[in-house]
């Protein structure tokens, strides 16, 4: 079975920028919409953006739209979330998902899970 790992979490400052990683294992996910999903304490698990692996096509959060990106490199199995200006409602721990098909914004829909990255953005 396919395994995801996020990394590149950590403590930034309002304003900051930083790059998180989710290196695939255990299978390509070359037919895989990849996504990025992010849960702060006490509340729901959201939407922050998705990639197609096979054709490229990227979506994102009204809250993220203009300061983060997602890509992706097949060579390396991995997909990247560049965040930046964050702020301070930006902290949670983001999580990686994977699923067959085109990029969706419902956790429900997606096959695999990471374990976690913490963001936290101190102001």
């Known amino acids: 079975q396919g395994q995801l790992a996020e990394s590149g979490g950590g403590l930034v400052q309002a304003g900051g920028s930083l790059r998180l990683s989710c290196a695939a294992s255990g299978r390509t996910f070359s037919m895989y919409a990849m996504g990025w999903f992010r849960q702060a304490p006490g509340k729901e698990r959201d939407f922050v953006a998705a990639i197609s692996w096979s054709g490229g096509s990227t979506f994102y959060a009204d809250s993220v739209k203009g300061r983060f990106t997602i890509s992706r490199d097949n060579a390396k199995n991995t997909v990247y979330l560049q965040m930046n200006s964050l702020k301070s409602e930006d902290t949670a721990v983001y999580y990686c998902?994977?699923?067959?098909?085109?990029?969706?914004?419902?956790?429900?829909?997606?096959?695999?899970w990471g374990q976690g990255a913490q963001v936290t953005v101190s102001s």
């Open positions: 998902a994977a699923r067959r098909g085109p990029p969706i914004s419902t956790t429900y829909e997606y096959d695999y």
